[in-house]
């Protein structure tokens, strides 16, 4: 740790009395340093009294015997990346640089860089969540993080499909880093605290809070150098964390589902407007993730058939070859308006490629090869 003592201890009491995301204030602790604003705010009688009441080293204490350390800007261990939203126009009232990081696990945050964030759907389907396991297992094999909130759906199936591979997963509360939710995910949490990290704004203890939802998801898309979405209705809180990748400069990618489902419309919305780059698999993430000429796919293209190295001219023959009954080669002819002479020669030409047989005295007719 290299940030001084004084400013930790300032940005832990002012964490115990705000909520995440709260611009103004976060903005004064960015331009002004945590020390200044804790002492101003000291001298309001309402606000300096809940600042009084807060013990920081007490805090810090409680935290490390629980395994939690409080990372803040000026830590060796502090993402710059985070620092981008100090620039960043506020979502619904909320943004700013947070005022410190509280971390559980042995994952260093300034690690992560260059990791994927996927999110999406609580309420997804199969196709969703096997899709979300499957791009983040493939973008987690290739050395990058995976970055997501733990809830239900996407989120689970992203942090399942990086586990599934051993690589670094990141998950990103809105409630205390000290705390389990969704509680049906304890198994998944815990096990990204003892291999990734579990990351929260929230001070210790601190519950859910659906503005808190809100305030993490800029953490998110910020220790993120892409972020995917797969499976986002219209209305879909994933939106919101796609919202802030878009002001983040963010690369912002969607998957899409059937036009159908309605647990894909937001996602089609970011895609059919620019917003979102569409992509199908890990694979292409990487593609849009990686430096200039790295992961670089092969456009893709249907398998080769016979046919696709005929010429102009033995194409229109062949149309003009009957399929079950042989016809002499001044009948095809007829059929394809071309000279006898040079369909001739281009049926023989047909015959070596295996494209076209004589049937008896009957004449040309395809071969089996000319079906495919």
């Not at 579990?198 to 998110?220: D, H, K, W």
């Not at 058939?305 to 001044?330: E, I, M, T, Y």
Request: aromatic share 2%; hydrophobic share 45%.
């Amino acid at each position: 740790m290299t940030a001084a003592e004084a400013d930790r201890l300032a940005r832990v009491a002012l964490a115990r009395i705000t909520e995440p995301g709260h611009v103004r204030l976060l903005d004064l602790v960015s331009d002004s340093g945590a020390e200044v604003v804790h002492a101003r705010l000291l001298d309001h009688p309402e606000i300096g009294r809940r600042l009084s009441a807060v013990e920081p080293e007490r805090e810090l204490a409680a935290a490390a015997k629980i395994g939690l350390r409080f990372v803040v800007p000026g830590d060796d261990e502090w993402p710059p990346v985070l620092d981008d939203l100090r620039t960043a126009e506020p979502v619904q009232e909320r943004g700013g640089v947070p005022i410190g990081l509280w971390v559980r696990g042995p994952v260093r945050l300034d690690e992560v860089g260059g990791s994927l964030a996927v999110v999406g759907a609580r309420t997804a389907t199969t196709y969703g969540t096997d899709l979300a396991a499957d791009l983040a297992a493939t973008v987690g094999e290739a050395g990058r993080a995976i970055v997501s909130g733990a809830a239900f759906g996407i989120d689970f199936a992203a942090h399942r499909g990086a586990v599934a591979v051993e690589a670094p997963t990141v998950a990103v509360l809105a409630c205390g880093a000290d705390r389990v939710y969704p509680q049906a995910h304890h198994q998944m949490i815990d096990h990204i605290a003892a291999e990734g990290a579990v990351v929260s704004e929230t001070v210790p203890g601190g519950a859910p809070m659906r503005i808190r939802f809100l305030s993490r998801n800029r953490i998110i898309a910020a220790l993120s150098a892409g972020t995917v979405v797969i499976e986002a209705a219209l209305r879909s809180g994933a939106l919101n964390t796609a919202n802030w990748a878009g002001r983040l400069n963010r690369t912002l990618m969607g998957v899409p589902g059937p036009v159908t489902s309605a647990s894909s419309a937001g996602v089609h919305q970011l895609i059919r407007t620019g917003a979102a780059t569409l992509v199908t698999s890990g694979e292409e993430a990487l593609e849009l993730l990686g430096a200039s000429g790295e992961h670089v796919l092969d456009i893709p293209r249907g398998k080769d058939r016979p046919r696709d190295g005929l010429s102009h001219l033995q194409r229109q023959v062949l149309d003009a070859v009957p399929v079950a009954r042989g016809a002499p080669s001044v009948s095809v002819a007829r059929v394809a308006g071309l000279p006898a002479e040079e369909v001739h020669t281009t049926l023989l030409g047909l015959e070596v490629r295996g494209m076209v047989e004589l049937d008896g005295d009957d004449g040309w007719r395809l071969a089996a090869l000319a079906h495919d």
